[in-house]
């Protein structure tokens, strides 16, 4: 059977926070779709709506109005046990501080996610093999904080990759990092997704990270705009 082509599909997504009396309009009808195999970059200023967003792809939060799928299910009106398990089986995700268990070594951090569905046994091959995917074979048994920056992203890499998501959502997953590492960091997406033919969706305000990506969406104040559509950056004829 040949899977579906669209991985995420959006329709006329919103987001609406009530603090106090007015309503925060976070994210206004947004409706985009994310083909199989692609890698999109979220850009947009300071609070456009960016990590909520991402926060809707990854099922930790849900939509005021409009409609989510991802991988054809329709999350939309999901209970949290239900997301819990989606995000278990379709989604990794890795974040700007890396959120590595400090008191577990580089090897427990991967094996954790698959503690819900098969053996220690077999968890702790699985999670080795990733690690070696990330180029950490030599570090199964290092902590967090043995580890440099750029290493402990890989352990979360690894850790977002070992249950074989259909897509890889990350929120600035270089801010934390040097320019090269970061780079590099940026290199293993591309070789993971060429091994794995996934779906990668990256967070970012640094045009160079956005540049790695397919195509960019960007968010301003909650909606789409196209980047060319921006301020200029110099005057014509000046
Ligand atoms: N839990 C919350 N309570 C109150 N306001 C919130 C909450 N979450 C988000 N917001 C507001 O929603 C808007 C969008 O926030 P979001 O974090 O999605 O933006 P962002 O584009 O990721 O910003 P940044 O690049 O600074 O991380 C902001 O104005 C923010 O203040």
Known sequence: MVKNAILIQASHLSRTLTLGSE?????????FEVR???????????GSGKSTLLGLLAGI???TSGNLAIDGVDITHMSEHQLARIRNEKIGIVFQSFNLIPTLTAQENVEMPLY???????????????????????RLNHRPHQLSGGQQQRVAIARALVTKPAVLLADEPTGNLDTDTGD????????????????????????????????TLHLVDGEFVRSMDEAPKYKAGA
């Open 23 to 31: 309503p925060l309009h976070v994210l206004k009808d947004l409706s």
């Open 36 to 46: 199989r195999g692609e890698w999109v970059s979220l850009t947009g200023p300071s």
């Open 61 to 63: 939060d849900t939509p």
């Open 116 to 138: 819900i569905r098969t053996s220690a046994g077999d968890a702790q091959k699985q999670a080795r093999i990733m690690l070696q995917e990330v180029g950490l074979g030599d």
């Open 184 to 215: 590099q960091v940026l290199e293993l997406f591309a070789e993971l997704r060429a091994l794995f033919g996934l779906t990668i969706v990256v967070v970012t305000h640094d045009q160079q990270v956005a540049d790695y990506a397919d195509r």
